[in-house]
């Protein structure tokens, strides 16, 4: 009997395994990649799959955005998308037997939502007189004004030109670390449209992405990477590359951070894409401070109010919660509310720390201070505090993207253009030292080219950034600055000496070119690259000096700068941009992607995709 009983469960457990292994043989699976609305892959977005309104398993998309629902047994099923600062997605996903399903999720940003206990909020206090606020923006009227139609501005840039050295051997300029304009870029293109000539700044084209350049070996802050070969859209020409990469610093040594973040928080910034968007953004810098970091928040519509006084990093959730108070409504103070930021921050300066206003505005001031030049004049005066100045820009339609560059330019700081929470993450969290840690100040470059070799030169963008050449040497000139981990890079197309090119008519020089020829010849120089700096807290600069030879040699950095200028000179539709197209940018950038962890080069060959598209002749009917 006993033995019969054994023979029957074992019997039993054998065609249980069977019919395990033959429903795993019967199962299918659901695989994924959810973006937001401009296209970019979203990580950590949480999906759960459910039939008939039962869950039945739940993943977090990887660092590109993808996810994976193994042994799902056929039939249909829901797929749910969230993330904090977007509005929930959902899809409907059937399996058949053994087959696999794609499924592609869109999220589109929506308002901030937390859950929080607080003990006590803080006071809103006025500037002006010390009185407490209520919530700045519930003074305004309750009907805030439309947000106009294709208003933004931009300022006129008229790219460089060619250049003899035997009349200018010298070209100099400021070092430029913002990235606004790529993103812009992106943005126009994902909507379907050319960006305006104007919005396209190459210089920022390049520098949003990081270079493999080699770190520093000594105690100077930064690394000069040099680099020469042919022109792609003209091989007749030389294409050279400067490549300046900052030290990066371990997050144990990062200084302490003294912040405030100063939000616009006027009428015009109620679309889902200003204040919804600003407010989850900086949730994600708050979630990555330390407690010896400090974080105040500060408003202004009408009105300008001080939300939060300065906080320990660590009290993310008081932190979180005066971000979660604030709602949109009035007009744009925008000056009153940088002075009471500057005054918070130099309130709780951290001597030897990084001590920063985090501007967050569309950049539409149209009350009290809203000219320029006026503005221009506050953040230089208050810069001398030693606080410095970073603009994050949100929005389209009456985006102020000269007013907000200028901004982010003579405060020392830098300005980016938030046009989604996977850009926000890339700003603020993935490269949070060079956007808030300062290496380097005052940064300057000027090359001397040299007429044996070059007949011509034309540097490739930062058309805003040109220096007099005796800026160089002027201690007392403002310049760009270079923040931990940084790289910045610029290009120079080069004539080659012996190849014909018309330049302007300037009458040959009588004096300059008899002292040439009996000089020295320096044949193996192309040019000589000189770079002035300050450390961050020195008046006095530093220089350092290198040659570059005239030996040719298409390397990885160059071959995909190179790509990104050919794309942003197609979109200038640029006088010089020579035999380039958008397919061989596309070959260049594809051939020299190199590693890429966060996807962005992957990004950049898709939006050539796209904005060849939106080129192309419309078929003939």
Known sequence: MRRSFSFVIAVALGLAVIAVVRAQSNAGRIQGVVHDNSGAVLPGVMVTLAREAIEVQRRITDANGRFEFLDVAPGSYTVT????GFLTATSTAVVETGATRQVAMTLAVGALEETITVTGS???????????LDQVSRRQSPNPRLE???????????????????????????????????????????QGQRPPKDAVRIEELINYFSFDYPQPRDRTPFSVTTALAEAPWNPRHRLALIGVQGRRIDAARIPPRNLVFLVDVSGSMQPANKLPLVKSSLAMLARNLAPRDRLAIAVYAGAAGLVLPSTRGDDTATILEALGRLQAGGSTNGAQGLRLAYQTARDAFIPGGSNRVILATDGDFNVGVTNQGDLIRLIEESRESGVMLSVLGYG????????????ADRGNGNYAYIDTLAEARKVLVEEAGGTLVTIAKDVKLQIE????????????????????DHDFNDDQKDAGDLGAGHSVTALYEIVPAGVKIELPGVDPLRYQSAAAAGGESYDNELMAVKLRYKEPDADVSQLKTFTVRARRDM????????????????LRESEFKGAASFAQARSLA????????????????????LAESLTAPEPSR
């Open 81 to 84: 998308a969230e993330l904090r």
């Open 122 to 132: 803080a006071p809103v206090v006025d500037n002006q007189g010390g009185r407490a």
């Open 148 to 190: 106009p139609f294709n208003t933004e501005a931009y300022d006129k840039i008229d790219d460089n030109t060619w250049t003899s050295p035997t009349h200018k051997p010298l070209s100099t300029f400021s070092i430029d670390v913002d990235t606004a304009s790529y993103s812009n870029v992106r943005r126009f293109l994902h």
């Open 396 to 407: 389209m339609g009456n985006l102020k993207d000269s007013t907000m560059e200028k901004l």
């Open 449 to 468: 080219f040299n007429p044996r070799h070059v007949a011509a030169y034309r540097l490739i963008g930062y058309e805003n950034r040109i220096l007099q």
């Open 555 to 570: 390397a990885p950095e160059l071959g995909f700068a190179a790509a990104v200028a050919e794309f942003g000179m197609l």
């Open 590 to 609: 594809t051939r020299f992607r190199g590693p890429d962890p966060h996807g962005h080069r992957a990004e950049f060959i898709r939006l050539i995709d």
